[in-house]
């Protein structure tokens, strides 16, 4: 009986121990002072400055772009953020925050977190926006982002847009 104690006590000490390890393995490290994490800037200033155009040479040929729920190509993604130039004056991002996710199962992604504003060049309007972006990456090239924001004042001054130049 007390070889069954003692196995049985020791089947629970061991149980609990390899849940503690399980808790206390990192899912990975992050930076914000490495390249990818410096590659995203550069895109974010490029997407500011109104040409987005140097994303080509990050992405991948058949990464996807997923803008909330629509999905994009690169020449569309690129298309659609250049565009964004034509509606809004004074882009920004503020608070911006740029940091890349090394995982331990080998992913890599980097997160992009800011408050987008911009001014209507038709409408007047001013709006700002909490943003996030998430680029995945494969190897030394981006294979698929996510960028998630209320896109109501976007679509109102495309539709503004549309409206004035039909």
Request: aromatic share 16%; with cysteine.
């Amino acid at each position: 009986m007390k070889k069954a104690i003692y196995l049985f006590t020791t089947f629970i000490l061991l149980s609990c121990a390899e849940n503690t390890v399980q808790k206390d393995t990192p899912y990975g490290i992050i930076k914000n002072e490495d390249e990818k994490s410096k590659i995203i800037e550069k895109l974010a200033d490029s997407y500011l400055a109104g040409n987005f155009d140097i994303a080509r040479d990050y992405f991948t040929p058949e990464s996807q772009h997923f803008f909330n729920d629509l999905v994009y190509d690169v020449d569309g993604i690129i298309e659609g953020y250049n565009f964004h130039s034509v509606l809004f004056d004074d882009i920004k991002h503020n608070d911006r925050k740029i940091y890349t996710g090394y995982m331990t199962d080998g992913k890599t992604q980097t997160f992009h977190d800011f408050i987008w504003s911009a001014k209507s060049k038709i409408s007047g309007k001013e709006y700002f926006y909490p943003c996030h972006c998430r680029w995945e990456w494969e190897g030394d090239k981006i294979s698929k982002t996510s960028c998630y924001v209320d896109p109501a004042a976007i679509f109102a001054e495309v539709a503004l847009y549309q409206e004035k130049n039909q």
